[in-house]
C-alpha cells in the first residue's frame, strides 16, 4: 500500500501555472486536485489553458488526476479572480481514493453571491429576526425560525422580509398582508376587518384536521322592477342567477343586455302575456362581463337575483 507523497497549494491567477517539479516526484503516481475560492480551466496536453479554453473545474469540486506525465504537464488558469488549487500527491489510487473520500463537499457559489452553474443545496439557515436583503438574480441559503422551520410567502411583495410565527389559538391578529409565515402555521387569512392575519375557523372551532372550514353567509343582491322601464341593474361584470316575473298587467317584452345600458344587442328577450300567467322563475347563472341592463316595455312586476 502506498502513502501521501506530496502536496502543494497554487494561486491560480491570469497566468497559466502548474505544479513544482520538487512536488511531483518519481513516486508521484496521482494526485487528489481541489479548487477553492473561485472556478479555474487546466490542460494536461502541453498547451495552456486560457480563461475560457480548457476543462472547467468549479470551486469546491474537485478530482483525481492519474499518470506521471499528466501530473508533471497540467497547468491551471483562473476564470474571473484569483482561485487556489491544492494538490494531493499519492503513490497508490486506493490512497487516493480514501483521501476523496474524507473532502469535505461544498457548494460552488457563496450565499448572496451571483448564481452560477448547476447547485446542490440541502438545508437552511435560521433567522431569529428580519432576513438579510441580496441583489436580484443572487443565490441564496433557504431561510428558516429557530425550529428549523422553513419560511414561506403566503402573499403580498416578494420583498417581504419580516418573520410572523403563527400557530395554534395565537394565530389571531398576527402581522399584516405582508408578512411572511412559518411554513408550520395553521391555516391562515386576512381578517375581514383589517389588515391583520387570523386562522381559518372550522363549525365549532375543532381541533386541527376536524370538522368544516367555516364560512360566513352569502347570498345574492336583487332588484325589483315593477313598471315598463329601463334599469341598469348591473353597473359592472357579475353573475345572473334568476328573475322570477312574480305579476303580467299587459302583454310585453323584457330585454336583456350584458352591458351598464341598452347600446349592445340584447342576449336575452323574454315575451310576456297577461291572459293566463302564472309566477315563473327562470334560472340563468350566467356571467356577464360588462353588466346587465334590463328593459320592460310594458306593466310587469320582475324579481332580478345577481351577485356581483
Not at 500500500?1 to 508521484?28: C, D, H, I, P, R
Not at 395565537?170 to 387569512?189: E, I, P
Not at 363549525?203 to 360566513?216: I, M, Q, W
Request: glycine share 10%; with cysteine; net charge negative.
Amino acid at each position: 500500500m502506498g502513502k501521501q507523497v506530496g502536496y502543494e497549494n497554487l494561486t491560480v491567477s491570469s497566468s497559466a501555472v502548474t505544479f513544482t517539479g520538487s512536488t511531483v516526484t518519481a513516486l508521484a503516481r496521482c494526485a487528489v486536485i481541489v479548487c477553492e475560492n473561485d472556478d479555474v480551466r487546466w490542460r494536461a496536453d502541453g498547451t495552456s489553458p486560457t480563461a475560457s479554453v480548457g476543462t472547467l473545474l468549479r470551486q469546491g469540486a474537485s478530482f483525481i488526476l492519474r499518470g506521471e506525465g499528466n501530473l508533471k504537464n497540467i497547468e491551471f488558469i483562473r476564470t474571473s479572480t484569483d482561485a487556489v488549487v491544492h494538490g494531493a500527491f499519492f503513490s497508490d489510487i486506493n490512497d487516493a481514493l480514501s483521501y476523496v473520500s474524507s473532502v469535505t463537499t461544498s457548494g460552488d457559489v457563496p450565499h448572496d453571491s451571483a448564481d452560477d452553474g448547476n447547485p446542490v443545496k440541502i438545508g437552511a439557515k435560521a433567522f431569529t429576526g428580519n432576513r438579510p436583503t441580496v441583489s436580484n438574480n443572487d443565490r441564496v441559503d433557504l431561510s428558516a425560525d429557530k425550529h428549523g422551520h422553513l419560511f414561506t410567502i403566503v402573499t403580498g411583495s416578494a420583498n417581504n422580509t419580516t418573520p410572523v410565527d403563527v400557530s395554534g389559538a395565537d394565530a389571531d391578529a398576527k402581522g399584516s398582508s405582508t408578512s411572511v409565515f412559518a411554513s408550520r402555521s395553521f391555516l391562515v387569512g386576512l381578517a375581514p376587518v383589517g389588515n391583520e392575519w387570523d386562522r381559518l375557523r372550522t363549525v365549532g372551532d375543532a381541533a386541527p384536521g376536524l370538522g368544516t372550514l367555516r364560512t360566513s353567509p352569502t347570498g345574492h343582491n336583487f332588484a325589483n322592477i315593477t313598471s315598463a322601464t329601463s334599469t341598469a341593474v348591473m353597473a359592472a361584470a357579475g353573475v345572473l342567477h334568476t328573475i322570477t316575473i312574480n305579476t303580467v298587467s299587459a302583454d310585453g317584452t323584457i330585454t336583456l343586455h350584458n352591458d351598464p345600458d341598452s347600446a349592445d344587442t340584447p342576449f336575452g328577450i323574454i315575451t310576456v302575456v297577461s291572459s293566463g300567467f302564472a309566477s315563473v322563475t327562470l334560472h340563468y347563472d350566467i356571467y356577464l362581463s360588462a353588466g346587465l341592463y334590463i328593459v320592460t316595455s310594458s306593466a310587469v312586476n320582475i324579481t332580478v337575483s345577481y351577485a356581483l
